[in-house]
Nanobody, 126 residues
C-alpha cells in the first residue's frame, strides 16, 4: 500500500510559479513510477507529467512541456512538480499517482496507476 498526499497548490497570477509536492508513505516508493494528472471543472482527468522509478526518465504532455518540471527524491519519498509560466488554462485539481509501469503507453494512462492522492487545487488568475 502507498498513501500519497499532495501539497503546494494555491492561487497565483498568470505568469507565476508554484511547486507541488507529493509525499508518499511506505518503504517501496522507489519501486513506483510517479505521475501527475489534473482535472479541470467539467473536463476529464488528463495527464501532465511522469517520472521513472529512479528519476532518470521523464515525460510531459505537450501543453506543459517547457514550463513544468517533474522530479523526485527517493530518500524523502517525495515527487515534485515545478510549474512555471502558469496560464489560466492550467487551473485544475492536480493529482499525483503511483504506478508499477513506465514507458509508452503506460505512463500517460490514468488506469496504469495504482494509487492516487486526494488532489490539490491550483488556480491561475488572468
Amino acid at each position: 500500500q502507498v498513501q500519497l498526499v499532495e501539497s503546494g497548490g494555491g492561487l497565483v497570477q498568470a505568469g507565476g510559479s508554484l511547486r507541488l509536492s507529493c509525499a508518499a508513505s511506505g518503504r517501496t516508493f522507489s519501486r513506483y513510477a510517479m505521475g501527475w494528472f489534473r482535472q479541470a471543472p467539467g473536463k476529464e482527468r488528463e495527464f501532465v507529467a511522469a517520472i521513472s522509478w529512479s528519476g532518470g526518465s521523464t515525460y510531459y504532455a505537450d501543453y506543459v512541456k517547457g514550463r513544468f518540471t517533474i522530479s523526485r527524491d527517493n530518500a524523502e519519498n517525495t515527487v515534485y512538480l515545478q510549474m512555471n509560466s502558469l496560464k489560466p488554462e492550467d487551473t485544475a485539481v492536480y493529482y499525483c499517482a503511483a504506478g508499477r509501469y513506465f514507458g509508452d503507453p503506460y505512463h500517460t494512462r490514468s488506469d496504469s496507476y495504482d494509487y492516487w492522492g486526494q488532489g490539490t487545487q491550483v488556480t491561475v488568475s488572468s
